[in-house]
C-alpha cells in the first residue's frame, strides 16, 4: 500500500541524490583531466635559446 509507495519514493531519492553527487564528481574529475592536457601541451615544443631567454628576463624586468 502507501507504505511501499513511500519506501519506494525514498529509495527514488536516495539514488537520485548519488546519481547528482556521482555526475558532480565525475564533471570535476574531467575537468581536471582536461586542464592535465593543456598543461601537458604547453609543456611540449622547443625550449627558449638565450637570446628569448634575455627578452624574457628584460620583459620582467620591465614590469618591475
Keep these: 500500500g502507501s507504505e511501499q509507495v513511500a519506501k519506494s519514493m525514498t529509495e527514488m531519492s536516495s539514488v ?5 553527487a556521482s555526475t558532480k564528481q565525475t564533471a570535476s574529475a574531467i575537468t581536471s583531466l582536461a586542464l592535465l592536457v593543456d598543461n601537458l601541451n ?3 615544443g622547443r625550449l627558449p635559446d638565450a637570446a628569448m631567454r634575455r627578452k624574457m628576463v ?4 620591465s614590469l618591475g
Aim: neutral net charge; glycine residues 0%; charged residues 35%.
Design 16 to 20: 537520485t541524490k548519488n546519481t547528482a
Design 58 to 61: 628584460e620583459f620582467i624586468d
Design 42 to 44: 604547453a609543456a611540449r
